[in-house]
T-cell receptor
């Protein structure tokens, strides 16, 4: 089945530690996105990538980094510079060159501080 | 700052009633509009999309778009307890970027 796979489902970070969240899709989508959701809030865009080897900062990129070495994969690293990383992280993807296509989401990773 | 506004709720309706969820947006250049349903602890799932002024119906769901007034709404007919969730409005602007509202929490009481 085609879809977006995020792992792990739950992740705990120690102070000063970098952690990496995985996002893989087999939908042949060009564009991929990372969002952060805090309790009771909407989604805020961290980074996005519209093509391999290229990515752009979203609204809240500070303390995060990404790479896009393969079309299928868009990992997100939460660095030690992100002082408040506890949140629900959602990866999404969509077809880039067909108009009006929606984004589809993975199941999310819940990150907490130890 | 391009904004998408929703009443956070909770909106409480009795089972079988019509639930009406509203969303306003600030960017007049917005082109596509989406409603996502998000159950507690889960990821958002797309339930409706609308691109032209007017109504679009899909089963118990109707999306309504009024670009002149910059609002989009979602009606849920014959509301069921299983419809209890947070509904996120998302708006795509001319730059092809999606902005999400904060969501409206809907509670359908048996």
């Amino acid at each position: 089945d085609g879809g977006i796979t995020q792992s792990p489902k739950y992740l705990f970070r120690k102070e000063g530690q970098n952690v990496t969240l995985s996002c893989e899709q087999n939908l042949n989508h060009d564009a991929m996105y990372w969002y952060r959701q805090d309790p009771g809030q909407g989604l805020r865009l961290i980074y996005y990538s519209q093509i391999v080897n290229d990515f752009q900062k979203g609204d809240i990129a500070e303390g995060y980094s990404v790479s896009r070495e393969k079309k299928e994969s868009f990992p997100l690293t939460v660095t030690s510079a992100q002082k408040n990383p506890t949140a629900f992280y959602l990866c999404a993807s969509k077809t880039q060159y067909v108009s009006n296509q929606p984004q589809h989401f993975g199941d999310g990773t819940r990150l907490s501080i130890l | 700052q391009k904004e998408v506004e929703q009443n956070s709720g909770p909106l409480s309706v009795p089972e079988g009633a019509i639930a009406s969820l509203n969303c306003t947006y600030s960017d007049r250049g917005s082109q596509s509009f989406f409603w996502y349903r998000q159950y507690s602890g889960k990821s958002p799932e797309l339930i409706m999309s609308i691109y032209s002024n007017g109504d679009k119906e899909d089963g118990r769901f109707t999306a309504q778009l009024n670009k002149a007034s910059q609002y989009v709404s979602l009606l849920i007919r014959d509301s069921q307890p299983s419809d209890s969730a947070t509904y996120l409005c998302a708006v795509r602007n001319a730059g092809n970027m999606l902005t999400f509202g904060g969501g409206t929490r809907l509670m359908v009481k048996p």
